[in-house]
């Protein structure tokens, strides 16, 4: 059949006739006296083939379950007028594609009807989507409003959390001539702490409705402990740091594209795998329609954006500290794992380790045993620069059996920060 039909199908002028879901002018598919389908089944040359053909047709248009009658009553009427064992050879060939198109004509109507109704629908919803779809596009630009109710204790709770963590590593004088690095500087805690409340503890309170609405019916006096108590403990801490992590990587995180899916030939045979393609419960389908592709490729290119404006606000220039670089993502991200209590210990036995022990080196080598200290050291180094980074001072003899490549390794910000004294 022609190679036209879907370009004709497609170029229609006529809304009221036109099925916006599939973008299938119905008229023209069965009516077009070059290329429409009951043109096509008066110039077939075989019955049996019109049988299979409208066979076809009747499987593609009636895929979804509540249309199981209405097809088996189809393919019943389909059945009387082409018998199989009767096809090509008693049947008068005009006759029975007259009577095909009949048939043919009833299932055109029938596929009218429901393109209208779903203009119908398409109407009433249109005004919500609209209000949807700006307020998406209007997200990667505009602040989230201010939190309210139990919410805005939560972002309390959250950001206190973080904040506990940062103020273990906090160091208020930069040595001279130098600033801070990020992770230590309050001046960066702050500005953090700023974007975490608008850019990722509205997302992050999304995951937790369920206690947002228990903590509502709390008095107000009693919202914020009741939060407290729920993050209190394993558990409680860990449903915490599984969410932050989701949130993280969703609001940070660049999403890859998807492979654009082959364009389907120009055919009948085409139009009707398309109509299918879209007929198809989404967790039936193996790869997505070209429309569909053009949906989420628009929606994940407009959310990469947003995760680089809310980064490059993270990772801005400074005049009071030394910014993140690219790869400090995952750092600030994993912090929030990290106890504060457990932090504040690691610097308090480095401090011990550097003003106590008689043999510096093999008392940090032996402290050490696999621990991540390189946040712990780079903030002591910093509180106590007098003992950790003046000539021969104890950095040098911690490190000192460390090639440059295990530096950079074990301890990356320290090396990054502190190079010139290890």
Known sequence: MSDNICAKMSDTTDPNVKDKMNNIDWEVFFEDGEIGL??????????????????????????????????????????????????????????????????????????????????????????????????????????????SGAEAVFVDVFCGVVNERLAVLKVHKAPEGKTLPFILSPDFAAHFQAILRQGFAPVLAIRFKGLLGRAEQEPEEKRKDYIEQEFEGKEGRGVLWEAWQKTWDETIGQTELPDKP??????????????????????QKKELTLKEWKVKVKRIKNANKNATRIWGSIAAESEDYQPPEDGDG???????????????????????????????????????????????????????????????ACLKQFLAGFKDSQKRSFYPLTSRYLSDHM
């Open 38 to 147: 009951i043109a096509l089944i008066k110039n077939a040359k075989s019955i049996n083939g019109v049988r299979k053909c409208v066979d076809l047709v009747i499987d593609m248009l009636y895929m979804r379950e509540k249309d199981a009658l209405h097809k088996k009553a189809l393919k019943a009427r389909l059945n009387d007028l082409i018998p199989t064992a009767q096809a090509d050879s008693s049947l008068d060939p005009k006759k029975t594609k007259e009577s095909i198109a009949t048939l043919l004509r009833e299932v055109k109507e029938d596929r009218i009807k429901g393109a209208l109704a779903y203009a119908e629908q398409q109407k009433v919803g249109a005004v919500a989507e609209e209000e949807c779809r700006i307020g998406s596009e209007e997200s990667t630009e505009s602040p989230a409003p201010p939190a």
């Open 330 to 392: 995952g750092l600030l991200k994993e912090l929030f794992g990290r106890s504060p209590i457990g932090i504040k210990k690691q610097i308090d036995a480095l401090r011990q380790i550097a003003t106590q022990s008689g043999n510096i080196g093999r008392s940090f080598d032996s402290y050490q045993g696999g621990k991540n200290l390189d946040l712990a050291l780079l903030s002591v180094c910093h509180q106590n620069p007098e003992i950790f980074l003046d000539e021969e």
């Open 262 to 283: 082959k364009e389907e030939k120009k055919s009948f045979l085409g139009l009707l795998k398309k109509m299918k393609k879209e007929d198809t419960p989404a967790w």
